[in-house]
């Protein structure tokens, strides 16, 4: 395993394992064969309802706590100094640990600074060992940034070599934060595992297109955090660090950014919160 070294000091590992949209039932099963294939960072949230299948995961690994980095976030929901005070502390029991390792904001949405603050808190009494967001804009961590008094370590957002996010990658660099990488895959969307760039590549070295797009990110010092329910993809995932993609390979995989999500556009404080409740209104309607 590679790692990275916070601006705070702590080590997190450079690759890592995401549990979004694993169903709480599977995902226990799914961690404990991410951790068999070496996994030590698993990315979960309160809003992926599989906190407790993860810190049951961990626990019966077998291996102690202080070998993995776990990742959660405070969901929208629970937006404000009050609320994600006590959803921090639900997510803790949940997860049956004392403390995470990182600890973000989900989406700026509602009043984050209010949550941002309960964060700062738990990571002063050592609930947290380090603090970010995700899905945070280059505009939007600049602002935090400024509010924050301990400053944020970790912007998690969406990329991969359609929308590769450089001139955050930038602002990121110069602010000392670092840039973690979710749907690293694209969610399989626009022929992400056939895409013919990625595919000869891989012939190179022997490797598949998967292998490939992780080890993009990798030598660009970002850190990905593919999900799969397959424990052959996960093997296939995590044996990335037995080669290195050679400057005209980087120099062509950079050709296919396009600077956009594909997931459509990310939303701003207020309008997020909108488009929570309706989604909230229609899920009750189902
Ligand atoms: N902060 C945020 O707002 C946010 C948003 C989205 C995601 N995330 C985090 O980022 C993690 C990863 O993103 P994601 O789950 O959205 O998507 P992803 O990792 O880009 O893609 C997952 C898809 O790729 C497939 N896959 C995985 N490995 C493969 C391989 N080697 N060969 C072929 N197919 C493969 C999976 O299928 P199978 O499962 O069937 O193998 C699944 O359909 C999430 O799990 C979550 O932890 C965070």
Redesign the pocket.
Known sequence: MEYTTLSNGVKMPMLGY????IAPEDCERCVLDAIKAGNRLI???QYYENEEAVGSAIKKSGIPREDFFIVT?VWLSNDGYKKAKNSIEESLAKLGTSYVDLL?I??PVGDYYGTYRAMEEAYKEGKARAIGV??FNTKLLKKLYDFAEIKPMVN?V?T?VFFQQKELHELMDELDIRHMA???????ERGF?TNPVLTEIGKKYNK?V?QVALRFMLQSDIIP??????IE?ME??FDIFDFKLDDSDMKEIATLDTGKSIFGPEFGPHLGKLMFFLWKIFKKGL
């Open positions: 995401g549990v979004y949209q990315d979960t949230a976030k973000l989900h989406k995700s899905s998690q969406q991969h979710w749907a690293p895959f694209a969610e399989g595992f598949s998967a955090i593919p999900k799969s329910t397959h993809r296939q995932n």
